[in-house]
């Protein structure tokens, strides 16, 4: 069935990234910026405006909304998810977004500062685009395409699936959450409001992509309690905590089980901080592998270097603790095999080849998973995300929203 969809996406899109979402890790609130409620408030006014009446926004920041269901089949209750914030990485304040229609190959440079240059040689799926609309921000900030993209994807959707009652679907849920970008996406989900049998996020790059895997994820950190005494007297007795710090650092392995040189299926350990003084420091790391055998490897790995380092330092301590963040979601994807089938359907009836693949990271759904909603991962079409290079594809980005349509049809038929 051919959709001939008005697409409302690329408006949309612009709207939204224009709107200061950056979620903020060191803040204990939810959402942890009160300013990605300005996003989800419009986002409850547009969804009331094209008819879904029950849309709304919790204290938490947390949006749900209902398609209702227009089919006597009895159809799972599908969900699609899609998060609000953009990552503390990179400026999301005063995005000023730029459609550059037809792309002809080369070189876009970024005018608010002409350093930043989005290059084929760097970003290989621009070969792809030939012909095609790009939307970048100006240089100064990133774009926001993670995952405003996926936002506009399923607004844009579901005002043609309400236009449309003629397309058969079962009930449809619309989860909108924040802060995914600081790990915090899916901590306040009412999962029994939600009522969803299966879910996708839209949240991916490339189109046709379909991910059903993900790394398992810990946090690591390292507490290191050295001796302190007056630097003027502290000949055989001082044990500088920052530098035993360092010697931890400097054994980590250089060549392999670092994000710089793995790719593919590879995992790594990865200081993400490190704070400390004379007395105290701590280390915090994020370890990723794909099965959560090879996570326990690497955590060991982690705890024998702080235990060889320590032998040089005979009256300090230091302590490991882990801490799980989530787990492969085709742990609990690869016994239900219709949910990621049932997407591959939907993509190919686009017009797309779709392409499986692994993420090297995690999405609201790897958590959602283990929360009871099987959830893989859907392309949304950005590119470079948490950089001042991103980009997306609008055709890519009407793709996607087309794929939402499908598989709430392809559900309905295989019901």
Known sequence: MKLNMQHTVLERFLRY?????????????????????????????????????????????????????????KVPVICFCSHVDTAPDCSGANVKPIVHKNYQGGDIVLPDDTSQVIRPADHPHL???IGKDIVTASGTTLLGADDKSGLAEIMDAANHLIKHPEIKHGKIR????????????????????????YGYTMDGEEAGSLEDETFSADGATIT??????????????????????????????????????????????????????????????????FTEEKLH????????????????????????????????????????????????????RTGLTPKKSSIRGGTDGSRLSFMGLPCPNIFAGGHSFHSRQEWVCVQDMEKAAETIVHLAMVWEERS
């Open 17 to 73: 990234v224009k709107i200061d979402t950056q979620s903020d890790a060191t803040s204990p609130t939810c959402p942890s910026t009160e300013k990605q409620k300005n996003l989800s408030r419009l986002l409850v006014e547009e969804l009331l405006e094209m008819g879904i009446s029950d849309a709304h926004m919790d204290d938490d920041g947390y949006i749900y909304a209902t398609i209702p269901s227009n089919t006597d089949k």
């Open 127 to 129: 070969k792809d685009m």
């Open 174 to 197: 619309i989860l909108f959450t924040p802060d995914e970008e600081i790990g915090r996406g899916v901590d306040k989900v009412d999962m029994e409001k939600l009522g969803a049998d």
């Open 224 to 289: 290191i309690q050295g001796v302190s005494v007056h630097p003027g007297y502290a000949k055989g007795k001082m044990e500088h905590a920052m530098k035993i710090a360092g010697d931890i650092l400097a054994r980590l392995p250089k060549y392999h089980l670092s994000p710089e040189t793995t790719e593919g299926r590879e995992g790594f350990i990865h200081p993400t901080t490190i704070e400390g003084e004379l007395e105290k420091a701590t280390i915090g790391f994020i370890v990723r592998d």
């Open 297 to 348: 490897e690497h955590e060991a790995l982690l705890e024998k270097i702080m235990n060889d380092v320590l032998l040089h330092y005979p009256n300090s301590t230091a302590e490991l603790k882990i801490k799980e963040q989530y787990r492969n979601m085709h742990d609990v994807l690869k016994d239900l095999p219709q949910v990621a089938d049932n997407a591959e359907e939907a993509i190919r």
